[in-house]
């Protein structure tokens, strides 16, 4: 199935070449799924997400989590976007309840997860933007299944 074996690698060279590769994105996802977006400050992570949550009609303004940590959008399931920028450890992120959030429905969306990395399912989807120039984006989206990934480095 496309969804358990995504891999797209692409340079996008615009907003708007960007938007079309969120939005084909969000419709593989479904309720339950985990996306971490990984990228350097500005590279578009919130940009990519704002994308999703317009796709998946919530018509709403998406803003950066990075001051209230956790945003909630109503589209078509509920859409959960978490930015773990400000928090220190994991102990902070349990503190604000991520563990049991992720058993609601919905769709999960966290910036710097690098942060929680261990609290991070069995398998999720994960994007990573790097910047090239001020509209140029190297973006890459796996699927990764924790498991697998053991057993490729024995
Ligand atoms: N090709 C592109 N794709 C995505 N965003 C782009 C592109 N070109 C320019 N941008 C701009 O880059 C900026 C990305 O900002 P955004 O807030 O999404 O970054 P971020 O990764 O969430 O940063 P932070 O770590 O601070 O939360 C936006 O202003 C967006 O318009
Ligand atoms: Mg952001």
Redesign the pocket.
Known sequence: MVRDSYSLEIT????K??SRIARDFANLLKGGDVVALI??????????VKKIAEELGFDGYVS?P?FTILNIYEASTYLYHF?F?RLKNIEEIEKIGFSDLLMEEGIFFI??PEKAEELLPEEYFKVR?DIIN????NLSIKKIAKSEDEKCQN
């Open positions: 996008s060279t615009s907003e070449e960007t990228g350097e400050l500005g590279s578009g992570k919130t940009f990519f950066s990075t930015d920028y910036e710097w933007i001020a509209t140029y984006r």
